[in-house]
């Protein structure tokens, strides 16, 4: 039977929130089986844990934030998707600021950091949400959807006109019982049009975007030296913020996503679309061991 994970002990981890351009330190911690992901703000007295969930999302503006009340933490985004990657089920995310840290704009750093630290199975049996029909939400020429699948598979079409862009794919399909999201997904990093970034600041978003930290596009080029990662590196951060924003759920879906121009908007709508559609989904756990290969395999403390 697969069953839940979490973390074998804590760890931390000081960096930088994006939009604000604070420094924030976040602190993992192992959580009890069946508790989810929460986040917690130290800095806020007697903040209540605010539970990772779809219906928790209180802002969808070039990034994920979670809010209840008057407390929220931001860019929740790639450390979600990283813990989809592992596996893990139940965690406790402090911070000491309204921002998860931005690290390098993608997921690979929290993988290492948790791979640090390593993972621990519980004795809870790990649940999965199976899509038993289409479900499709839309915003303008947007399109989101989730279909069955025995597996979990994610397309998704990046569309946007730019030299830059028109230089590299701008469409991916991956399917996950046949690739590792550590390997191929998790360091794709954010991107930008650089002459994009005023704006942005204008609404006090993007204050601590810097090279280290995304993709920065000029009008001919990127600007990072090194290049890209990956050569569809754009499409694949996308696919990295759905599976980010889709693990919002609570659980892993089991079932196909084809994202077209999505963004966090448009992935928060698909999530609680299914979740009003109680027809749509279920509720399942695996006996058997047939689908091992989702989530990477228990990581032991990194030796380091
Ligand atoms: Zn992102």
């Known amino acids: 039977m697969l069953r839940q994970r979490t973390i074998r002990k804590p760890v931390h981890a000081i960096g930088i929130g994006v939009h604000t351009g604070d420094k924030v330190r976040m602190t993992l ?39 209840t009340g008057d407390v929220q933490v931001a860019t929740v985004e790639h450390l979600m998707s990283a813990l989809w990657g592992l596996g893990i089920d139940n965690l406790v995310v ?6 998860v840290p931005i690290m390098d704009g993608s997921a690979a750093p929290f993988i ?3 791979s640090t630290v390593g993972i621990v199975e519980q004795q809870a049996p790990k649940q999965f949400i199976r899509i038993k029909r289409d479900i499709k939400v839309t915003q303008g020429d947007a399109e989101a959807v989730l279909k069955p699948y ?6 998704y079409t990046f569309v946007a006109d730019h030299p830059v862009y028109n230089r590299h794919p701008k469409v991916s399909e991956l399917d996950f019982s046949n690739i ?36 920065g596009i000029d009008d001919f080029d990127v600007m990072n030296e090194g290049g890209l990662r990956y050569e569809d590196e754009f499409v ?13 759920l609570g659980r892993p879906i089991l079932g196909a996503f084809e994202g077209f121009k ?4 448009l992935n928060n709508k698909l999530a609680r679309a299914l ?19 989702f989530g990477e395999p228990i990581m032991q403390p990194a030796a380091i």
């Open 180 to 215: 590792s999201y550590v390997d191929q997904v998790s360091r794709a990093r954010s991107f930008g049009l650089i002459k994009e970034l005023p704006q942005a600041q204008a609404i006090n978003k993007m204050l601590g975007s810097s090279l280290e930290n995304a993709v």
């Open 150 to 155: 025995d597996g979990f598979k994610a397309a």
């Open 112 to 114: 290492y950091l948790i």
């Open 29 to 67: 911690r192992p959580a009890a089986e069946n508790t989810g992901i929460s986040f917690v703000r130290t800095d806020v007295r007697a903040s209540a844990p605010i539970r990772a969930t779809a219906e928790n999302v209180s802002d969808t503006t070039l990034s994920t934030s979670l809010g």
């Open 236 to 248: 694949k951060h996308k696919l990295l913020d759905v599976i980010g924003d889709l693990y919002l």
């Open 94 to 99: 402090e911070l000491s600021s309204e921002e």
């Open 275 to 293: 979740l009003r559609c109680e027809d749509a989904w279920e509720m399942t756990t695996y006996e058997t061991p047939a689908v091992a290969e």
């Open 262 to 265: 999505s963004g966090h908007a």
